[in-house]
């Protein structure tokens, strides 16, 4: 009796091991998306430049499965988004529907030629972008 009594203590502590890392790996998930959608919604920023960082840093996924990742956690908060700006008025229908015909191009080209690439080169190129970026904003405030 002692024996199945310890056995079934093992057992629980097996479990709650398992549950912990699951546990980990959605509190720091939720957390980096609590944190890009705030910034996407305060400043416009595109999730991948918060979240892609945000997931090879803090997870153990590769950089393609943060740019996937990436990719479908933002299609949400993109809605909320726009229908919260369209709502405002702060949506330019003149020129929305031609940048999103030639967004959806681009990811689906950028998409079949990203994930044909070299990671490390990936991101390098990634890395650069946001430099880049980065530098151009500051340089023109």
Not at 133 to 141: M, P, Q
Request: proline residues 3%.
């Amino acid at each position: 009796k002692e024996e199945g009594q310890q056995q079934q203590q093992q057992q629980q502590l097996q479990q709650q091991q398992q549950q912990q890392p699951e546990l980990q790996r959605l509190a720091v998930s939720g957390a980096i998306g609590l944190a890009s959608g705030f910034l996407a919604g305060l400043f416009g920023v595109g999730g991948g430049a918060i979240v892609v960082p945000a997931l090879t840093l803090s997870t153990d996924m590769t950089h393609y499965q943060a740019l996937g990742t990436s990719l479908l956690a933002m299609t949400l908060p993109a809605c909320v988004g726009t229908l919260t700006h369209f709502q405002k008025g702060n949506v330019a229908m003149r020129v929305a529907p031609a940048l999103a015909a030639g967004a959806f191009a681009g990811a689906f080209l950028g998409g079949k030629i990203g994930t044909n690439m070299e990671e490390d080169k990936l991101r390098w190129g990634f890395s650069g972008l946001m430099l880049f970026l980065g530098v151009k904003t500051i340089l023109k405030s």
